[in-house]
C-alpha cells in the first residue's frame, strides 16, 4: 500500500561528521538533478545543493545535526522520520 507518493520530491544526501566531544559539521550536502526514482548510479549529482533556498539548506542541516545527535543514532538504530507537510522526509540515515 502506497501511503505517500514521493513523485515530485528532491533527493538531497547530507554528509554530517561529528568528534567526541560533540562538534558537527556539514562535509557536503548532494543534490541528485535527476527525478527521485532514477538510480543514483545513473543520477546526476552535484554539489553544493543548486536548486534550494538559504533557508532550506539551513533547515535541512539542522535536521540532520539533530539526527546525529541523538543516542538511537551512535548505536545504529534504523530510524523513520513522519514529517509535516512541506518538511523533509528521512528516508534512510
Do not use: W, Y
Request: hydrophobic share 40%; with cysteine; aromatic share 2%.
Amino acid at each position: 500500500m502506497v501511503q505517500q507518493s514521493l513523485a515530485g520530491l528532491k533527493e538531497i544526501e547530507v554528509l554530517v561528521m561529528r568528534d567526541s566531544s560533540g562538534t558537527m559539521m556539514n562535509l557536503a550536502m548532494v543534490e541528485n538533478l535527476d527525478p527521485i526514482g532514477i538510480h543514483a548510479g545513473d543520477s546526476v549529482a552535484v554539489t553544493p545543493a543548486q536548486t534550494l533556498m538559504d533557508r532550506e539548506i539551513q533547515d535541512i542541516r539542522n535536521v540532520a545535526f539533530a539526527i546525529t545527535r541523538a543516542p538511537a543514532h551512535r548505536r545504529g538504530q534504523p530510524r523513520s522520520v513522519c514529517p509535516r507537510p512541506g518538511a523533509p522526509t528521512l528516508l534512510r540515515d
